[in-house]
């Protein structure tokens, strides 16, 4: 075992405690492939499923591990597998709202059913890297939902503009990333033209684990292969659908890098729903809520009444329209699914509160 070489710190020791002395091993988890996760002890590989008690035990996409996870699990004589029994609580992870399986049901016109799930994609992670492509599809109010999530994680973000060797107007689009993602940084780099890559190093830190999000064809991958290094280039999938050698990556896959760092590439996200409470914007929409609640109507639409403080912010071009869209826009995202959980919550306790009726 070599643990700190992968992560390991006080704060997954101290919830290790309560395993210790039960037989049970702490791991992290690199991958997962089907029903199977890879997990490592920073010395050796393990091919872990779960315990059949503690699968009885979880039934929320939350619960399961995730890319990044610390599991705790045990081996058992004469089986390749060992068995997960539980997964140690995170230091910090990066969710969205799991995108709903097999399309939307669209009824009278709304939007119905659907997840009200969250999705971990990467875990125990200690930055968060944004990748957006300086090339036709570059798409700022997508990178803005990535932020929100990113300040939701606990991680730091950092926002990576690559693909600088195709862009002629750089500047004009670190300005629109700037004006979305207040006080992260943003750097702008070519992963495949090795283009002020040293930036990027300069913000990576022995024992850290950073995890890559953004678009598929974005340069996630392209950029892990390049802090990991040519001597430990990875094997990657080819994309089924072209068959071209498109290198589409499929699941998250956390990646050691011999000086310390870890990597998890992730693969592009096609949809970034938010996940969270209303609160979360107030980190993401600082610009934005400081001018909310100074209007003189105290339930001002921000419409045409007189004194509206976030009409006079647009008109002064302290913030621009688009800006306060996208808050609104994301407020009521994050409204309409709390509501939906609340009411999930209710029916949920009233079956229970069912079930003890006819249980007693
Ligand atoms: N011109 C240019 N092309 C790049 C750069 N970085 C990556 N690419 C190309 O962009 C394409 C997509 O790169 P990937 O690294 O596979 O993108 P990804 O974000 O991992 O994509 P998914 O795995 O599908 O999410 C590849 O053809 C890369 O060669 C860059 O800095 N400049
Ligand atoms: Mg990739
Ligand atoms: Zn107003």
């Known amino acids: 075992m070599n643990l700190e070489t992968v992560g390991w710190n006080l704060f997954f020791e101290e919830h290790f405690y309560h395993y210790k002395n ?4 702490p791991g992290r988890v690199l991958g997962k492939n089907k029903e199977i996760y890879t997990i490592t002890d920073g010395d050796k590989t393990f091919y872990g499923k779960l315990s059949g008690k503690f699968r009885y035990k979880i039934n929320l996409s939350k619960d399961f591990p995730a890319v990044g996870d610390w599991v705790v699990f045990q081996t058992k004589e004469n089986s390749p597998f060992v068995y997960i029994q539980a997964v140690l609580p ?22 119905v059913g659907g997840s009200t799930e969250e999705q971990i994609i990467a875990s125990n992670i200690d930055k968060v890297l944004i990748i957006g492509g300086l090339d036709g599809d570059f ?3 997508r990178i803005e939902r990535y932020v929100t999530l990113a300040y939701n994680s606990g991680a730091v973000p950092i926002i990576i503009l690559n693909k600088v060797d195709l862009c002629e107007e750089v500047d004009l689009y670190i300005e629109q990333v700037r ?8 750097l702008t780099v070519s992963a495949e033209k ?8 300069g913000h990576i830190h022995s024992a850290d684990t950073i995890a890559l999000l953004g678009s598929s064809g974005v340069g996630k991958s392209t ?20 068959g071209k050698g498109k290198h589409t990556t499929t699941s998250a896959e956390l990646l050691i ?12 996200l096609r949809e970034v729903q938010l996940w969270g409470e209303e609160d979360i914007l107030e980190e993401s929409f600082k610009d934005v809520i400081a001018f909310l609640g100074k209007c003189k109507y105290s339930n001002c639409n921000h419409q045409t009444e007189s004194g509206c403080a976030i009409k006079e912010a647009i008109k002064d071009g302290m913030i621009s329209e688009k800006r306060f869209e996208s808050y609104q826009n994301q407020f009521d995202e994050l409204y309409k699914l709390n509501k939906k959980r609340t009411q999930l ?8 509160k069912q079930r003890k009726l006819f249980r007693f």
């Open 22 to 25: 039960k037989g049970l091993l």
């Open 139 to 141: 798409d700022i109010r």
């Open 345 to 352: 919550d209710i029916q949920m306790s009233k079956k229970q």
């Open 179 to 186: 004006s979305v993602a207040l006080g992260i940084p943003i």
């Open 257 to 268: 890098h011999p000086l310390g760092y870890m990597i998890i590439d992730t693969p592009g």
């Open 90 to 111: 995170r230091k910090s992870y990066f969710s969205r709202k799991q995108p709903i399986s097999g399309g939307r049901k669209i009824k009278n016109g709304v939007i």
């Open 194 to 201: 090795n283009i002020n890559m040293s930036s990027l190093l």
């Open 223 to 242: 950029i892990t292969n390049f802090l990991l290094g040519e001597e430990i280039q990875r094997k990657q999938t080819i994309s089924k659908a072209t």
